[in-house]
């Protein structure tokens, strides 16, 4: 199990979409781990729930070939290539010195407005493709911007959610299950149900105790209420680690540009915000309290799968917070995403040619991640 994942970690380039297609040509094509309806079972679930899809696919998978360790090995093995690589990374920023490399820092953080821009257009296309969830996407982006912080951020997507319930109800029924309950028992889903809601709720109380307590609060919180994909991770992030002062918004607009051109979860930039706190402490820290409450719902919500999407309410309600995840990220390219990178009008021209290259011309994160760097590097010294 570990070393198919980490085959897998080593080489999903090019966000979730992409990496369930990877799983689905190595797990369902060529080793038939399961087959075509309990995988499509299991994706619908992962984007039902809020937290890392793709990872918490390959959770679901490990956990339905080798029990509890195979569902740790599967995530452990698709998530520690890119968490290392961007821990060293937090942990060399220190060391960038001289026009060329201040230039390719800033290329870095001018390429998080293309890339964001881009889910933004890619979401809002699939996400909101009605009057109403376009509505929802307004009105929550409106809100975030307004309303600073979590609290903004939570109650865009708690608000979407009770508008999906009145305005989004109707369409297609879900397709049945192809693998029920993965071998999870109701009594273990409804412990991990428990343990979600009592760090949730519990952790912030205990925050003040000690430093490690109140990082670990803020990155398990931004994992718990990310919907949408891992874009998202990116307002809900910044509120928790940038605005307390624990990173510097060019820091963290940097590692968010880096990120794109690893393999593996968009997560992980978990690993490199916490090693600019902690090191390498801090960097396991942040990657395990992010990613926790995702693996946690999984658990939780496998043996009442079927039940749940059969609910035209839950459906309901999961477009309208869809629709609002829209909102909250164009709210965050708006804010501290275009206001930290963006300085002149080279830096549009540059955030405008990887927006093309990525949109239209189909290039991968990584290539445009690359050719920003340089061009970064090439404007800092013309």
């Not at 412990?191 to 709720?201: K, P, Q, R, Y």
């Not at 998202?232 to 509120?239: F, H, I």
């Not at 706190?277 to 801090?282: A, F, L, N, R, T």
Request: proline letters at 5%; one cysteine or more; hydrophobic letters at 60%.
């Amino acid at each position: 199990m570990f070393g198919t994942f980490l085959k897998l970690g080593l080489t999903s380039f090019g966000g979730p979409v992409a990496h369930l297609g990877y799983f689905r040509e190595e797990l369902v094509v060529r080793r038939r781990w399961i087959g075509e309806a309990g995988y499509a079972d299991l994706v619908a679930l992962c984007q039902f729930l809020p937290g890392p899809a793709s990872s918490q696919v390959g959770f679901a998978m490990g956990l339905l070939r080798g029990g509890a360790l195979g569902g740790l090995a599967a995530w452990a093995a698709f998530t520690l290539p890119s968490a290392i690589i961007l821990a060293l990374f937090a942990m060399g920023l220190g060391t960038v010195q001289g026009p060329l490399g201040a230039g390719a820092l800033h290329g870095l953080k001018v390429v998080a407005v293309a890339i964001v821009a881009q889910a933004v257009w890619g979401m809002a296309r699939s996400l909101c493709p009605d009057l109403p969830r376009a509505g929802i996407a307004v009105a929550a982006g409106v809100l975030a911007f307004l309303v600073a912080g979590a609290f903004g951020q939570v109650g865009a997507i708690a608000l979407g959610a009770l508008a999906g319930l009145v305005l989004c109800r109707g369409g297609a029924e879900a397709p049945g299950s192809g693998a029920e309950g993965f071998g999870v028992s109701r009594r273990a889903g409804v412990a991990a149900l428990v343990a979600f809601g009592v760090l949730l709720l519990g952790l912030p109380l205990l925050a003040q105790a000690s430093s490690g307590l109140a990082v670990f609060d803020s990155f398990y919180r931004a994992g718990a209420l990310v919907f949408g994909g891992g874009h998202v991770v990116l307002p809900l992030l910044e509120a928790e680690v940038v605005r307390p002062g624990w990173v510097r918004q060019e820091d963290f607009l940097a590692g968010y540009g880096a990120a794109q051109a690893v393999p593996g979860p968009l997560f992980t930039f978990a690993a490199y915000l916490g090693a600019l706190i902690g090191g390498w402490g801090g960097a396991a820290l942040g990657l395990v309290a992010v990613f926790l409450p995702g693996l946690l719902l999984v658990v939780g919500a496998l043996p009442f799968w079927a039940g749940l999407r059969a609910r035209p309410g839950a459906r309901a309600a999961l477009r309208g917070a869809n629709a609002a995840v829209v909102g909250l990220l164009a709210a965050a390219l708006a804010g501290p995403v275009w206001q930290g990178a963006v300085l002149g009008w080279e830096d549009v021209a540059l955030a405008a040619v990887g927006f093309v290259l990525l949109v239209w011309a189909r290039v991968p994160s990584w290539g445009v991640v690359a050719l920003s760097a340089a061009g970064g590097a090439v404007l800092a010294v013309v």
